[in-house]
């Protein structure tokens, strides 16, 4: 039997993670309609079909999803293979995966530190457009939010999540706001997968919900925060992530009750590579980082 191309394995991978072969032209440096091309040869040479496609939505069929799971383990062991070949032989590489701010505001700002202290690793980040709810098979490490279970995997805890009211000088200075029903009549910022914290953030509090003059929603937090910087309205940004934005005075604390969740960050990782020294190390650059920022 002929094996199916590798590139096309691939591309199948990538388009089933992202739901879309826009997106996954985007990763992969290529055309949409070279994905749809290299997912229909592939659905005509295994003779299935691997996507249902409808006017604007593109799910996994059954035999999809099977066939997913088994290469998902099939590009991890190859990584795998080929890194422990490149750590025998050549340079080390570790695949770091984290959410986007994060990156942004945590790690990025600090990586300077770890790369000069270890040279001769080099470190694969990928930052997905929303934050990973799982441990990705193709990464060493991953920084992932929620509450788990992480069955099967080695777990450090980084610290909780949590949000804080926030806005620019400039827009408190334009909107005084003195205390809570001062959000009323106010232009309300919302992350798209947390429509609900404004209001889960006034039961906590036990006063009736805000009533905004408008409610602006993004796709990332990262865009919550700029718009906040921006004076667009006031936001629930993650307290924590956010330390040095208030630092800066870019962005200002409008009261101290904090939205608590039952997320944390954490740290995750295969119990396997817990022998591999350069993952030990990052690990403990991370673990330490993160207790001093």
Same mark, same amino acid.
């Given at each position: 039997?002929?094996?199916?191309?590798? #590139?096309?394995? #691939?591309?199948?991978?990538? @388009?089933?993670?992202?739901?879309?072969? #826009?997106?996954?032209?985007?990763?992969?440096?290529?055309?949409?309609?070279? /994905?749809?091309?290299?997912?229909?040869?592939?659905?005509?040479?295994?003779?299935? @079909?691997?996507?249902?496609?409808?006017?604007?939505?593109?799910?996994?069929?059954?035999?999809?999803?099977?066939?997913?799971?088994?290469?998902?383990?099939?590009?991890?062991?190859?990584? %795998?293979?080929?890194?422990?070949?490149?750590?025998?032989?050549?340079?080390?590489?570790?695949?770091? $995966?984290?959410?986007?701010?994060?990156?942004?505001?945590?790690?990025?700002?600090?990586?300077?530190?770890?790369?000069?202290?270890?040279?001769?690793? *080099?470190?694969?980040?990928?930052?997905?457009?929303?934050?990973?709810?799982?441990?990705?098979?193709?990464? !060493?490490?991953?920084?992932?939010?929620?509450?788990?279970?992480?069955?099967?995997?080695?777990?450090?805890?980084?610290?909780?999540?949590?949000?804080?009211?926030?806005?620019?000088?400039?827009?408190?200075? *334009? $909107?005084?706001? !003195?205390?809570?029903?001062?959000?009323?009549?106010?232009?309300?910022?919302?992350?798209?997968?947390?429509?609900?914290?404004?209001?889960?953030?006034?039961?906590?509090?036990?006063?009736?919900?805000?009533?905004? $003059?408008?409610?602006?929603?993004?796709?990332?937090? %990262?865009?919550? /925060?700029?718009?906040?910087?921006?004076?667009?309205?006031?936001?629930?940004?993650?307290?924590?992530?956010?330390? !040095?934005?208030?630092?800066?005075?870019?962005?200002? #604390?409008?009261?101290?009750?904090?939205?608590?969740?039952?997320?944390?960050?954490?740290?995750?990782?295969?119990?396997? !590579?817990?022998?591999?020294?350069?993952?030990?190390?990052?690990?403990?650059?991370?673990?330490?980082?993160?207790?001093?920022?």
């Amino acid at each position: 039997m002929r094996l199916p191309s590798l #590139k096309f394995l #691939k591309t199948f991978q990538v @388009a089933a993670k992202l739901q879309s072969f #826009k997106a996954a032209a985007e990763e992969l440096f290529v055309t949409p309609s070279a /994905v749809s091309h290299q997912i229909k040869s592939l659905e005509e040479q295994l003779g299935v @079909a691997l996507f249902e496609r409808g006017v604007r939505t593109l799910s996994l069929t059954d035999a999809g999803a099977h066939y997913l799971e088994h290469i998902n383990d099939i590009f991890s062991k190859l990584e %795998s293979v080929t890194e422990q070949l490149q750590e025998r032989y050549g340079r080390t590489i570790i695949r770091l $995966n984290v959410p986007p701010f994060f990156a942004n505001e945590m790690l990025l700002p600090r990586l300077a530190s770890f790369s000069q202290a270890r040279e001769e690793t *080099d470190i694969r980040i990928e930052t997905a457009l929303s934050a990973p709810k799982s441990h990705p098979p193709e990464a !060493d490490l991953s920084i992932v939010v929620g509450a788990g279970p992480w069955d099967g995997l080695t777990v450090h805890e980084l610290f909780a999540q949590s949000f804080i009211a926030a806005c620019s000088p400039a827009f408190l200075l *334009d $909107n005084p706001i !003195d205390d809570y029903a001062d959000l009323n009549g106010k232009t309300l910022l919302v992350h798209e997968e947390r429509r609900d914290a404004w209001e889960r953030w006034a039961l906590g509090l036990g006063i009736e919900p805000t009533k905004p $003059n408008r409610l602006v929603r993004l796709d990332t937090m %990262s865009a919550v /925060v700029l718009a906040a910087e921006q004076g667009v309205g006031v936001a629930l940004v993650p307290a924590r992530l956010s330390a !040095d934005r208030f630092a800066a005075g870019g962005l200002v #604390k409008l009261f101290d009750a904090e939205l608590t969740t039952n997320e944390s960050y954490v740290l995750l990782q295969r119990p396997e !590579d817990r022998e591999r020294e350069d993952l030990q190390e990052l690990t403990r650059w991370i673990l330490n980082e993160c207790r001093v920022a």
